[in-house]
Nanobody, 120 residues
């Protein structure tokens, strides 16, 4: 059984910084891509950032230059360092991992979501 547990969300002021973490555990053989989606109230879920096992990254245009995604392959953990936060960044952030389990199942797994609120 694979689980992804997120942490690091909270309330910050505009211009502030926050780091999200997401650790995967369970019967993991390998993890290809990992990343983050977010969903604001009344809006569809959007991809924020993704990173491959080799370190290649992709970002949404709305966060380029402000957010940095990274991962620790040994710990099965992905991070999202968020700086220069704006009220528009307020959303529930969900991490995911494309994971091959030790029992032969390849699938995307999702964290439970962590709330990020940017407000004065």
């Amino acid at each position: 059984q694979v689980q992804l547990v997120e942490s690091g969300g909270g309330l910050v002021q505009p211009g502030g910084s926050l780091r999200l973490s997401c650790a995967a555990s369970g019967s993991i053989l390998s993890i290809n891509s990992m990343g983050w989606y977010r969903q604001a109230p009344g809006k569809e879920r959007e991809l924020v950032a993704a990173i491959t096992s080799g370190g290649s990254t992709d970002y949404s245009n709305s966060v380029k230059g402000r957010f940095t995604i990274s991962r620790d392959n040994a710990k099965y953990t992905v991070y999202l360092q968020m700086t220069s936060l704006k009220p528009e960044d307020t959303a529930v952030y969900y991490c995911y991992g494309a994971i091959l389990t030790a029992f032969g199942f390849e699938s995307d797994y999702w964290g439970q979501g962590t709330q990020v609120t940017v407000s004065s």
